[in-house]
């Protein structure tokens, strides 16, 4: 089955730019969705079909994928962006489901 | 505004059956996929499988033979069975709206059920 690794934590210093790379086989071919959670809290989406963001969610949140790496990137990081960050696909076929990444924890320094 | 609310038993002795169900408010039932993710407690999350409106269902390969969805469209509920339950499926269950579109992402979440199997 498809796998989607992710790195467990990232740290950046507020008002700079954080990027959290979701890397899979050729994913860029694929359509992947990023997902923001804080504790205690049911996730939300931020980023779909790659590049695209639901409404409400700032510009400072974007998405790129090529290749083998998906990345989402954090622009002017605040306190309030740490969360858990996962990555999420939909792998196709005669039985298809669907693949979250590990997560990524990003902390405000 | 699409709400999903969710309720069911959060205490399961092993082998016993875990029953969830998720209310739909303020959305069609009929035109999205309704899906079901866990997350252990300190990890991450898993996705569970997703029903449509007419019942048609897919489910993660390795939860397959003991899960079982189902949509009640006359309330807009749907629900999830896994049976023979053991400590490790202890986790929040989430359900979620899966968007009418090819890779369906998840844009409205329930608040989470935490369920626990401890004997």
């Known amino acids: 089955s498809y796998v989607l690794a992710q790195p467990p934590s990232v740290s950046v210093a507020p008002g700079k730019t954080a990027s959290i790379p979701c890397r899979g086989d050729?994913?860029?071919?694929?359509?992947v969705h990023w997902y923001q959670q804080k504790p205690g809290q049911a996730p939300i989406l931020i980023i779909f079909?790659?590049?695209d963001r639901p409404s409400g969610i700032p510009e400072r949140f974007s998405g790129s994928a090529a290749g083998d790496t998906a990345t989402l990137t954090i622009s002017r990081v605040d306190a309030g962006d740490e969360a858990d960050y996962y990555c999420?696909?939909?792998?196709?076929?005669?039985?298809?489901?669907?693949?979250f990444g590990g997560g990524t924890k990003l902390s405000v320094l | 505004q699409v709400q999903l609310q969710q309720w069911g038993a959060g205490l399961l002795k092993p082998s016993e059956t875990l029953s969830l169900t998720c209310a739909v408010y303020?959305?069609?039932?009929?035109?999205?996929?309704w899906t079901w993710i866990r997350q252990p407690p300190g990890k991450g999350l898993e996705w569970i499988g997703e029903?449509?409106?007419?019942?048609?269902?897919n489910y993660h390969p390795s939860l397959k033979s003991r899960v079982t969805m189902s949509v009640d469209t006359s309330k807009s509920h749907f629900s999830l069975k896994m049976t023979s339950v053991t400590a490790a499926d202890t986790a929040v269950y989430f359900c979620?709206?899966?968007?009418?579109?090819?890779?369906?992402?998840?844009?409205?979440w329930g608040q989470g059920t935490l369920v626990t199997v401890s004997s």
């Open positions: 979620a709206r899966g968007e009418p579109t090819v890779a369906h992402p998840f844009d409205s």
């Open positions: 303020g959305a069609s039932f009929s035109d999205y996929y």
């Open positions: 029903i449509n409106h007419s019942g048609g269902a």
């Open positions: 050729n994913i860029g071919s694929q359509s």
């Open positions: 079909y790659n590049r």
């Open positions: 999420q696909v939909w792998d196709g076929g005669i039985d298809p489901f669907s693949v």
